[in-house]
């Protein structure tokens, strides 16, 4: 079963982010450009293929180890300035829109290349979710192979995995390894 379409542009942030994948034997998932483009398809929901060519897959995996710096900073002033400088080279259109009866500020990336717009985007989404709740919510996945990463939501700051694949994955060995041991 895919799994379900990224409704927000944090959703869709951290889609672009665990695309690269260390639980693989081969982490990079983004493995030619069809699979770039539908990979830009699914995560924008959008009716219409979205165009990349054979450069764009550079681009990509560029644009994504930019915006992974969000994670690996070692403090929040650190990744606060990657996230800013992405934005300064890359200027978005803001506006206000309704969303659920709330407002809602909406950036739209002037960028025509999907790629820089995603980025964009994504850089956004991620500052918006510091001020929201602080950078000590992003991590990355405990559940060593794995450093897929997430943006915590849990009331007491106590997730530690990137998906419960993985929480499931980690459980599963420590009952096998208590198995042994006893
Ligand atoms: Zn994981």
């Known amino acids: 079963m895919p799994p379900p379409i990224p409704r927000t542009s944090l ?3 951290l889609e672009f982010l665990n695309t690269w994948d260390t639980l693989s034997p081969e982490p990079e998932r983004i493995v030619d450009s069809a699979i770039l483009g539908r990979f830009m398809h699914w995560v ?7 165009d990349v060519d054979e450069r764009s897959l550079e681009r990509f ?4 180890a930019e915006l992974r710096v969000a994670f690996d900073a070692p403090d929040e002033a650190s990744a606060v300035a990657a996230l800013n400088g992405i934005l300064a ?3 978005a ?3 206000l829109e309704r969303d659920n009866g709330a407002w809602r500020m909406a950036h739209e990336p002037i960028q025509e290349d999907p790629i820089e717009a995603l980025l964009a985007e994504s850089a956004v989404a991620l500052l918006e979710a510091i001020r929201d709740g ?7 996945c405990a559940g060593s192979p794995c450093t897929c990463v997430y943006v915590d939501r849990t009331r007491n700051r106590s997730r530690r ?3 419960d ?3 499931d994955r980690v459980s599963q060995e420590a009952h096998r390894r208590r198995q042994k041991a006893g």
């Open 11 to 13: 959703e869709r942030a």
């Open 44 to 50: 924008h929901d959008r009716p219409e293929p979205v």
């Open 61 to 64: 995996r560029r644009a994504r």
């Open 89 to 91: 080279a890359r200027p």
């Open 93 to 95: 259109a803001v506006r």
């Open 134 to 140: 602080g950078w000590e919510r992003f991590g990355i």
């Open 161 to 163: 995995f990137c998906s």
């Open 165 to 167: 694949l993985c929480n």
